[in-house]
């Protein structure tokens, strides 16, 4: 059987723990470490928190780029 690469891997241990499988049972079928189907779990929600913060930092910058440019005008009086 050909190699996974790890994209694949952490998406078939997802399925798999979806489908109702045990950490146990998913380290002996993909035969890996329970670090590595620990990794694979908690990936699919630390992507979505990561770009969640981005978002927030994103808004966070132009509503501060909106306070400066009205106190500069505030200033400029």
């Known amino acids: 059987m050909p190699q996974m690469s790890k994209?694949?891997?952490y998406a078939a241990?997802?399925?798999d723990h979806r489908g109702g499988m045990s950490m146990r049972e998913l380290e002996r079928k993909?035969?890996?470490?329970?670090r590595t189907v620990r990794k694979a779990l908690d990936s699919a929600t630390?992507?979505?928190e990561s770009y969640r913060q981005q978002d927030d930092l994103a808004?966070?910058?132009?509503r501060c780029e909106e306070l400066t440019d009205l106190?500069?005008?505030r200033e400029a009086r």
């Open 7 to 9: 994209v694949e891997l």
């Open 13 to 15: 241990i997802r399925r």
């Open 30 to 34: 993909h035969g890996v470490t329970w």
């Open 46 to 48: 630390a992507r979505c």
């Open 59 to 62: 808004l966070m910058q132009a």
């Open 71 to 73: 106190l500069d005008g």
